[in-house]
């Protein structure tokens, strides 16, 4: 517990204030989406922020509950706009984490049964997690009438925009089994996109198949703890000595809270400072996790900090 | 209210005939209590029959929205049911009269469901738009730019087999404008097919994109009044001399609780009596309304009391 709670209070820094917080932490883990870039296009200092956090020796993560692209894509984007020096091992996506628990904590023996992207495909192939191919279904194929694979021993569902009505009576056939498992990538409802508009999230489809099976999901994306417990397997973490910067509050600050983080809201993503002040001003005590330690315009503010 | 003081009561020896004088209508709950997908309930053609010749009015009420009123009645008299449309009441004919005169919509409606929903909403002089497949194509950004029918002033979802990631997304910028009505058949999370196999129900469908849009939808099916208002403003019911026959605890008895009807539970389909005694000893006014009065094994125990 890291008796922040009296202190969580969505405090607006910028200048000295974030070299202070900065100087007494070692890992710093970004949110993508909102944080350092929007769509296709990158948050003003960014790329910089990043390269000078690792030139004062920090160690930096990503933390990305968006699983539509592999790792190896996620590499290149970072490339195109304008990151120079971030690495696969950095980039923690949900879709990878699902993989690692897939083979690393669940073990899981058997077929993976998936309602995803490529991404998320990928991301179980290169786990060396055998899956259940994603082929169309012949003419003779119907909800009356449809073939199910043996061996299938855990349903993963996560943003697929090639969702249907079969995959979804799949699913819940290979859930009857209470020995199958049932995992989620994440629980966003909705994706936003450039302009103002959103799409439908991994979340939504989840809640479809939770309502057909009436089971729960594992989720593995943020606010969970899986994430976090991901990276600090392969690299050590002392919770104490990290922050957590996202721009959702139910995600990432969630999230941050969750793990011990001391956590730092931005503002050029989804969540607002009202929303913060919200949570912050609500009675329900189950509220505070939501309320960022620190708030910050953008990350670009970074930038005067570091390069005094 | 006052409910009756002994609940839960198997309906046997003279108090068949004590129940069935001391009431005039009788609404049937379809799945599980008259037949089970293409199969009438043994002796159930026969009660129907017998009600209506000793003076009774019978109703049918299914949250099944995959039928209209000719359907069902189709249905009713290939498996022996002297009934006739009018004395149908489905959510697909039932969504089209809350459209029509609760929401008076003046515009169209975004469908998602079946030819039934279409010919049932459009028969009362709505125009429809999105019924049938709708395979995703192009890339993310171009889903939220999808074309909006400016016409469409409610988004309607029933039990739809060709539901996709697509129709999911339309649903959900439509229902970005706050006064696009969101109206859902009903909320079963199991469908029952003809020849007995049941798929997950139009619940999961309309959870998703209450999930995506962050919003309830106004559920028309059982056990909200709606379907009970909607009979009894056509036939004048008075609801103390009314008796709602169902298997389902959570949808039939709950209706027939809620709009003042003596209620009946048959073991032909869902519910068994230890869940109603689980209600019933729970104690948590919630779940009250979810005990019957009576409860048969099937309804055709209640042929020597009709043929008495």
Same mark, same amino acid.
């Given at each position: 517990?890291?008796?922040?709670?009296?202190?969580?209070?969505?405090?607006?820094?910028?200048?000295?204030?974030?070299? !202070?917080?900065? !100087?007494?932490?070692?890992?710093?883990?970004?949110?993508?989406? $909102?944080?350092?870039?929007? $769509?296709?296009?990158?948050?003003? $200092?960014?790329?910089?922020?990043?390269?000078?956090?690792?030139?004062?020796?920090?160690?930096?993560?990503?933390?990305?509950?968006?699983?539509?692209?592999?790792?190896?894509?996620?590499?290149?984007?970072?490339?195109?706009?304008?990151?120079?020096?971030?690495?696969?091992?950095?980039?923690?996506?949900?879709?990878y984490?699902s993989a690692a628990y897939l083979r690393d904590?669940?073990k899981v023996q058997g077929k993976v049964?998936?309602?995803?992207?490529?991404?998320?495909q990928k991301e179980l192939q290169d786990a060396g997690v055998p899956i259940?191919? !994603?082929?169309?279904?012949?003419?003779?194929?119907?909800?009356?009438?449809?073939?199910?694979?043996?061996?299938?021993?855990?349903?993963?569902?996560?943003?697929?925009?090639?969702?249907?009505?079969?995959?979804?009576?799949?699913?819940?056939?290979?859930?009857?089994?209470?020995?199958?498992?049932?995992?989620?990538?994440?629980? !966003?409802?909705?994706?936003?996109?450039?302009?103002?508009?959103?799409?439908?999230?991994?979340?939504?489809?989840?809640?479809?198949?939770?309502?057909?099976?009436?089971?729960?999901?594992?989720?593995?994306?943020?606010?969970?703890?899986?994430?976090?417990?991901?990276?600090?397997?392969?690299?050590?973490?002392?919770?104490?000595?990290?922050?957590?910067?996202?721009?959702?509050?139910?995600?990432?600050?969630?999230?941050?809270?969750?793990?011990?983080?001391?956590?730092?809201?931005?503002?050029?993503?989804?969540?607002?400072?009202?929303?913060?002040?919200?949570?912050?001003?609500?009675?329900?005590?189950?509220?505070?996790?939501?309320?960022?330690?620190?708030?910050?315009?953008?990350? $670009?503010?970074?930038?005067?900090?570091?390069?005094? | 209210?006052?409910?009756?003081?002994?609940?839960?009561? @198997?309906?046997?020896?003279?108090?068949?005939?004590?129940?069935?004088?001391?009431?005039?209508?009788?609404?049937?709950?379809?799945?599980?209590?008259?037949? @089970?997908?293409?199969?009438?309930?043994?002796?159930?053609?026969?009660?129907?029959?017998?009600?209506?010749?000793?003076?009774?009015?019978?109703?049918?009420?299914?949250?099944?929205?995959?039928?209209?009123?000719?359907?069902?009645?189709?249905?009713?008299?290939?498996?022996?049911?002297?009934?006739?449309?009018?004395?149908?009441?489905?959510?697909?004919?039932?969504?089209?009269?809350?459209?029509?005169?609760?929401?008076?919509?003046?515009?169209?409606?975004?469908?998602?469901?079946?030819?039934?929903?279409?010919?049932?909403?459009?028969?009362?002089?709505?125009?429809?738009?999105?019924?049938?497949?709708?395979?995703?194509?192009?890339?993310?950004?171009?889903?939220?730019?999808?074309?909006?029918?400016?016409?469409?002033?409610?988004?309607?979802?029933?039990?739809?087999?060709?539901?996709?990631?697509?129709?999911?997304?339309?649903?959900?910028?439509?229902?970005?404008?706050?006064?696009?009505?969101?109206?859902?058949?009903?909320?079963?999370? @199991?469908?029952?097919?003809?020849?007995?196999?049941?798929?997950?129900?139009?619940?999961?469908?309309?959870?998703?994109?209450?999930?995506?849009?962050?919003?309830?939808?106004?559920?028309?099916?059982?056990?909200?009044?709606?379907?009970?208002?909607?009979?009894?403003?056509?036939?004048?019911?008075?609801?103390?001399?009314?008796?709602?026959?169902?298997?389902?605890?959570?949808?039939?008895?709950?209706?027939?609780?809620?709009?003042?009807?003596?209620?009946?539970?048959?073991?032909?389909?869902?519910?068994?009596?230890?869940?109603?005694?689980?209600?019933?000893?729970?104690?948590?006014?919630?779940?009250?309304?979810?005990?019957?009065?009576?409860?048969?094994?099937?309804?055709?125990?209640?042929?020597?009391?009709?043929?008495?």
């Amino acid at each position: 517990m890291a008796g922040k709670v009296g202190t969580r209070g969505c405090k607006k820094i910028r200048g000295a204030q974030i070299r !202070d917080i900065l !100087d007494s932490k070692h890992n710093v883990l970004f949110d993508c989406d $909102g944080v350092i870039w929007n $769509g296709e296009t990158v948050v003003a $200092g960014a790329p910089e922020v990043v390269t000078l956090l690792k030139q004062q020796g920090k160690r930096v993560f990503f933390v990305t509950n968006n699983c539509t692209r592999p790792r190896e894509n996620y590499v290149q984007k970072f490339s195109r706009l304008g990151f120079t020096d971030v690495v696969e091992e950095e980039i923690f996506s949900s879709a990878y984490c699902s993989a690692a628990y897939l083979r690393d904590v669940a073990k899981v023996q058997g077929k993976v049964f998936v309602i995803g992207c490529h991404g998320v495909q990928k991301e179980l192939q290169d786990a060396g997690v055998p899956i259940v191919e !994603d082929v169309s279904d012949g003419p003779d194929v119907s909800i009356y009438n449809f073939p199910l694979e043996p061996d299938v021993k855990a349903v993963l569902v996560g943003y697929d925009e090639r969702f249907t009505f079969m995959k979804l009576a799949k699913a819940c056939c290979y859930l009857k089994n209470s020995d199958c498992l049932f995992l989620a990538t994440d629980p !966003d409802p909705w994706h936003p996109l450039r302009g103002g508009r959103i799409t439908p999230g991994s979340g939504s489809l989840t809640a479809a198949l939770e309502t057909a099976s009436s089971r729960k999901a594992t989720v593995i994306g943020k606010p969970s703890r899986f994430m976090f417990e991901c990276i600090a397997s392969q690299f050590d973490l002392d919770p104490a000595r990290s922050l957590m910067i996202g721009d959702r509050l139910e995600t990432d600050i969630l999230f941050g809270a969750n793990c011990g983080l001391d956590t730092m809201l931005t503002l050029t993503g989804v969540s607002t400072m009202e929303e913060a002040q919200q949570y912050r001003d609500s009675d329900a005590s189950e509220k505070k996790d939501f309320v960022p330690d620190y708030v910050v315009e953008t990350i $670009g503010d970074f930038l005067q900090a570091l390069e005094d | 209210m006052a409910a009756s003081n002994a609940k839960c009561t @198997r309906l046997t020896g003279s108090l068949v005939k004590q129940l069935l004088d001391s009431i005039d209508s009788v609404l049937f709950d379809c799945d599980g209590v008259i037949w @089970r997908g293409d199969q009438a309930i043994p002796g159930a053609p026969d009660v129907i029959n017998l009600l209506k010749k000793n003076g009774k009015r019978v109703f049918f009420v299914t949250n099944n929205s995959t039928k209209t009123r000719k359907m069902y009645a189709d249905k009713l008299a290939t498996l022996g049911f002297n009934a006739s449309e009018e004395e149908v009441f489905g959510t697909a004919y039932c969504s089209a009269m809350y459209l029509k005169s609760v929401a008076k919509i003046q515009g169209k409606v975004y469908l998602v469901g079946s030819n039934a929903m279409k010919q049932e909403i459009e028969n009362v002089g709505i125009q429809t738009t999105g019924v049938g497949p709708d395979p995703i194509s192009g890339v993310q950004i171009d889903w939220a730019n999808v074309s909006l029918d400016p016409e469409v002033k409610a988004v309607v979802v029933g039990f739809d087999q060709h539901f996709s990631y697509m129709k999911l997304n339309r649903a959900l910028q439509y229902l970005c404008n706050p006064s696009c009505l969101f109206v859902g058949t009903n909320t079963d999370t @199991r469908l029952p097919l003809e020849g007995g196999k049941a798929v997950p129900g139009t619940g999961c469908l309309v959870k998703a994109v209450e999930t995506a849009a962050q919003r309830p939808a106004q559920v028309v099916g059982k056990p909200s009044n709606f379907m009970f208002d909607c009979v009894a403003k056509q036939f004048g019911l008075d609801p103390a001399r009314a008796l709602m026959v169902g298997d389902r605890l959570d949808t039939d008895i709950m209706l027939g609780t809620n709009c003042g009807l003596k209620t009946l539970l048959t073991l032909t389909g869902v519910s068994t009596v230890a869940d109603a005694e689980d209600h019933l000893k729970s104690g948590c006014p919630n779940r009250a309304g979810m005990v019957p009065d009576y409860y048969i094994d099937t309804i055709a125990e209640l042929l020597p009391a009709l043929q008495g």
